[in-house]
């Protein structure tokens, strides 16, 4: 017979281990966007799972599932993540539609506006590149916030826009399966002040 803690250890060792660059919504855009999920699950005859507020994220770049954690790989994330440099700006989601294969995910979009973010994916995927690991730059980016899963879909929609300010960049380590984000590094968009060489 095998101890909690046995299982444990068993849970923890056969754990996938995501690693991945991310911006999050503010707690305002939070509690809209959880209000939003409310909504599309009753679209959905109630039967999908909202993502919870801590949670919400737009992925910029995945750098893959992983049995352990790779320690170099965290360093070199870590390194490139402290290089990305751009200013605050502002992002808008006015859509939900559904995502993926199968369509079990439905997620907010953007119609429009979505220039600043791409530039600032951009210029992490040199910084990834510079730090040795830009065989993880993703190629397509298709910006999004990951709201509700179910095994139902729904009509692209428009929905009350949804705006923040991106004014910080995450390394997240989420535990597949056990609902965790735990944020490995976090970094300020700063705006640059104009030297004026005085």
């Known amino acids: 017979m095998t101890s909690r803690a046995e299982h444990a250890e068993a849970d923890a060792m056969s754990a996938i281990h995501r690693l991945f660059y991310a911006v999050r919504p503010d707690l305002g855009a939070q509690a809209r966007m959880s209000s939003s999920g409310a909504q599309l699950c009753k679209a959905l005859g109630g ?6 507020n801590g949670r919400l994220h737009v992925t910029l770049h995945w750098l893959g599932d992983h049995a352990e954690l790779p ?3 965290v360093e070199r994330a870590l390194m490139a993540g402290a290089s990305a440099d751009a200013a605050p700006f502002d992002v808008v989601f006015d859509r939900a539609e559904c995502l993926g294969r199968d369509g079990g995910l439905v997620a907010l979009t953007a119609s429009s506006g979505t220039g600043s973010l791409r530039r600032f994916q951009r210029a992490l995927a040199g910084a990834m590149t510079d ?3 830009g065989r993880y730059v993703r190629s397509s980016f298709k910006p999004h916030v990951s709201l509700v899963y179910g095994d139902r879909q729904i009509e692209r929609q428009t929905i ?26 976090r970094w300020p968009l700063q705006t640059r002040q104009l030297d004026l060489g005085w």
């Open 47 to 52: 039967v999908g799972h909202i993502v919870a």
């Open 71 to 73: 320690a170099d790989l």
């Open 131 to 133: 730090a040795g690991i």
């Open 160 to 185: 009350a826009p949804i705006r923040w300010t991106v004014n910080e960049l995450v390394l997240i380590h989420s535990v597949v399966g056990q609902s965790r984000h735990i944020v490995l590094g």
